[in-house]
């Protein structure tokens, strides 16, 4: 009786043990369509350019760091945000696809970091819709969805894995009040 329990809760324990492994494999692989963070990036304040009211990092707060993004299709939904692409302003440093500065009157974006493809969507056009109204704008930049809280990133945090960074003049083409700063909209490659 002693043995039969004992091989009983052997092989109930060796099938906790592979469950959990092949949980652990599963969660490290990203599900077809969905996109989890990959990390924490453990905040730290410093001085955050406000010209377009940014979330500014704060000391010891975590952020989540993405490395995907959703799947894109012909209406990939995501966030619009806010961004100033000029020198000095919120967007930080020169953009990373020409290692320039933009005007605020440039139809120009930058996406979350999957999106951005490791810079093969640079140059590109995209269409983007919102109420109704759809503009197309220049792929410049990397929203970045994993680094951030530095001066490179003006202190602030990492993206969401859904971000369309537009500048000022894509934002007037929408019609949309820059004070609201996000806005849903709905993307596509040209």
Same mark, same amino acid.
């Given at each position: 009786? =002693?043995?039969?329990?004992?091989?009983?809760?052997?092989?109930? !324990? #060796?099938? %906790? $043990?592979? !469950?959990?492994?092949?949980?652990? =494999?599963?969660?490290?692989?990203?599900? %077809?369509?969905?996109?989890?963070?990959?990390?924490? #990036?453990?905040?730290?304040? @410093?001085?955050?350019?406000?010209?377009?009211?940014?979330?500014?990092?704060? &000391?010891?707060?975590?952020?989540?760091?993405?490395?995907?993004?959703?799947? $894109?299709?012909?209406?990939?939904?995501?966030? !619009?945000? #806010?961004? *100033?692409?000029?020198?000095?302003?919120?967007?930080?440093?020169?953009?990373?696809?020409? /290692?320039?500065?933009?005007? &605020?009157?440039?139809?120009? $974006?930058? !996406?979350?970091? @999957? +999106?951005?493809?490791?810079?093969?969507?640079?140059?590109?056009?995209?269409?983007?819709? =919102?109420?109704?109204?759809?503009?197309?704008?220049?792929?410049?930049?990397?929203?970045?969805?994993?680094?951030?809280? &530095?001066? &490179?990133?003006?202190?602030?945090?990492?993206?969401? /894995?859904?971000?369309?960074? =537009?500048?000022?003049? $894509? +934002?007037?083409? %929408?019609? %949309?009040?820059?004070?609201?700063?996000?806005?849903?909209?709905? +993307? *596509?490659?040209?």
């Amino acid at each position: 009786m =002693a043995t039969t329990r004992a091989v009983g809760t052997t092989m109930a !324990l #060796l099938v %906790l $043990v592979a !469950l959990s492994i092949c949980h652990a =494999a599963s969660s490290l692989r990203p599900s %077809l369509g969905v996109c989890r963070a990959s990390g924490y #990036l453990p905040g730290k304040a @410093g001085h955050c350019e406000k010209s377009n009211d940014p979330d500014c990092c704060e &000391d010891g707060k975590r952020y989540p760091q993405y490395h995907c993004s959703p799947p $894109v299709t012909s209406s990939t939904k995501a966030v !619009l945000t #806010l961004n *100033s692409f000029e020198k000095g302003k919120d967007g930080g440093g020169p953009s990373e696809c020409d /290692n320039s500065y933009h005007s &605020d009157k440039e139809m120009v $974006v930058a !996406l979350s970091t @999957g +999106w951005f493809k490791n810079m093969a969507r640079c140059g590109h056009r995209i269409k983007i819709t =919102a109420n109704g109204n759809s503009v197309y704008a220049k792929v410049v930049d990397e929203c970045d969805s994993v680094y951030g809280c &530095d001066d &490179d990133h003006n202190y602030e945090p990492p993206c969401a /894995n859904n971000i369309v960074d =537009a500048s000022p003049a $894509v +934002w007037n083409a %929408l019609g %949309l009040d820059q004070n609201v700063g996000m806005e849903d909209i709905t +993307w *596509s490659e040209e």
